[in-house]
């Protein structure tokens, strides 16, 4: 039951989305089939050259996504265990981060160029705050009486950093994953609909300029799969890494 439950929403938004389409009180081109839709969704699953569309966001995704892992995790540490470095960057983090980096795409078109450069550049930036202000609680939040304890047993700053702070503040890095994993293939989608020969975003705007309502769902369907599947990704690294902390949650 556990298992089914989940998809009680999804089956009732599926047929209540085919009776729209049938029910011939609105256009095609705005409610299509659901059998059109699962027909262009197989035609883009089979065809090589559209699966490496998908490869293409999934790269500008991840390598920006990745640059943004490495220094946020480093800028976040660095800021929870140095009072100096926390004071110069905290407030320009804390300034800058309600600002929408996708204002930015045209500066970073201009310096970067149309390709994937700028694309990387821009989903780095966006991901870069959530992990960095969520590895700075966690490195700050680290239980004193531990570090105590380290100190008094004669470990270096090295070593409790590496024994004590960094497994610490690893639930809260992976926290700042999980909500930097959509935000890079959202930015990946935008920005490839706003200047872009290639990738999902492009094909989503290519479909609907064409009129191809059915194909550009099916686009938007495998951009909502691939999301998923890059969340369950980082839950199951999160699991098997965090094996002392377990996602345990109780419903009464």
Known sequence: MSRVLPLVPVLVVLALWEAAARSGLWSK???PSLVNIGYELAAFVVAPERLHEAWVSLYRALGGFGLAAAV???????????KLVAGLLDPLFSG????PKLALFPIFIFVFGIGSLSKVALVFLECLYPIAIMSYHGARSVNRVLLWSAQNMGASRAETLRRV??????PFIFA?????VPV???VVVITEMVASADGLGYQV???????RTDRMLAVVIVIAVLGYALDKAVVLARDRLIYWEKLDTYYV
């Open 29 to 31: 081109l705005l409610f």
């Open 72 to 82: 946020g995790i480093f800028l976040g540490i660095l800021m929870g265990r140095s």
């Open 96 to 99: 800058t981060y309600a600002v």
């Open 165 to 170: 702070v960094i497994p610490a503040t690893t």
């Open 176 to 180: 700042g994953f999980r909500v930097a």
């Open 184 to 186: 890079a293939m959202i």
């Open 205 to 211: 705007i290519y479909a609907l300029s064409s009129l």
